[in-house]
């Protein structure tokens, strides 16, 4: 049977924690070239970009090619996608000529169209409702911080957008708490919010409020994202809703002693995060990037085994 990850839910509880438990092998065993190639040995992914990208891009490049396998990147602008082609076409065409496909892309029904009509694994790298990439990089992030997630809490503080649906999916089958603190108007949709609740072990939860200071209650990591996401309009408007939600130092004082401060990045200072916050002693948040790549050997080895 082909496997997809479109939103993190395809996987099983015990799949999850298998897949961050070989990242954290690949992290460790990095330096060792024969302990990480050979599993995509004469094998070629798709990494398709229709957005810009920095840590996706790379991430995704780096990890084909350290699993002995070739990264084809492709952007949209430049395949036939868009003069018209269909995304069913280009599925069924781009199956014949590799082994998986990573796209990273605006609405959510591309990447559920291309996995419908694909003969290999698709892989979502990023789209308006999903980035479960990115939640099995922060997951791993906590699990290397504190050994363990079941039991754990996170708390989102911000806009409940595609990072927070993931955090709340693969958190929640983690047995995780996440507590998400959004202003009125902002919270993340309720697809989301019961896709989490569906896929939830014992001790995973989703908790919704509008107060950031109770969200980060006791918590062991806190979390947050850009205000203005890739695609939107800037709006002073949406920013002066967000500004009480800004991830600081005074809202980390909130949480337990030894939490950590997470952010998907890119940041931008002085609105959703304070560079004490980004910068300082607490801050896991450049582990998180780093922990790209190793979720990514491990999710694309699950993919192709």
Aim: hydrophobic letters at 45%.
């Amino acid at each position: 049977m082909t496997k997809h990850f479109l939103t993190g839910a395809e996987l099983a509880p015990e799949e999850l924690g298998g897949i961050l438990n070989r990242a954290a092998q690949f992290k460790a065993e990095r330096d060792a070239l024969a302990a990480r190639r050979g599993a995509l040995a004469a094998k070629t992914v798709a990494l398709i970009f229709e957005h810009p990208s920095t840590r996706t891009r790379m991430s995704s490049e780096v990890a084909v090619y350290e699993l002995g396998g070739h990264p084809m990147v492709l952007s949209g602008s430049n395949m036939q996608i868009s003069r018209g082609e269909s995304i069913k076409d280009t599925a069924l065409v781009t199956s014949r000529f590799v082994h998986a496909i990573g796209i990273r892309t605006g609405s959510h029904s591309t990447v559920v169209d291309l996995a419908a009509h694909a003969t290999v694994p698709v892989f979502n790298l990023l789209t308006d409702q999903h980035h479960p990439m990115q939640g099995l990089a922060d997951l791993l992030t906590m699990q290397q911080r504190f050994g363990n997630l079941e039991g754990r809490k996170l708390a989102y503080v911000g806009d409940g957008n595609n990072v927070t649906a993931s955090l709340m999916v693969l958190g929640a089958m983690a047995g995780m708490e996440i507590a998400v603190a959004t202003p009125v108007g902002f919270e993340p949709e309720p697809a989301a919010v019961g896709l989490a609740e569906s896929v939830a072990t014992a001790g995973g939860a989703v908790e919704l409020t509008n107060d950031p200071q109770s969200a980060a209650a006791e918590a062991d990591a806190v979390y947050t994202d850009v205000w203005v996401s890739m695609g939107e309009q800037d709006s002073d408007a949406k920013k002066t809703a967000l500004a009480p939600y800004q991830l600081s130092g005074d809202l980390l004082a909130h949480a337990k002693a030894d939490a950590i401060a997470l952010h998907c990045l890119p940041a931008h200072v002085g609105e959703e995060i304070t560079e004490d916050a980004l910068y300082g002693p607490r801050s896991a948040i450049f582990d998180q990037a780093e922990n790209r790549l190793h979720v990514q050997k491990a999710l694309l080895e699950y993919l192709l085994s």
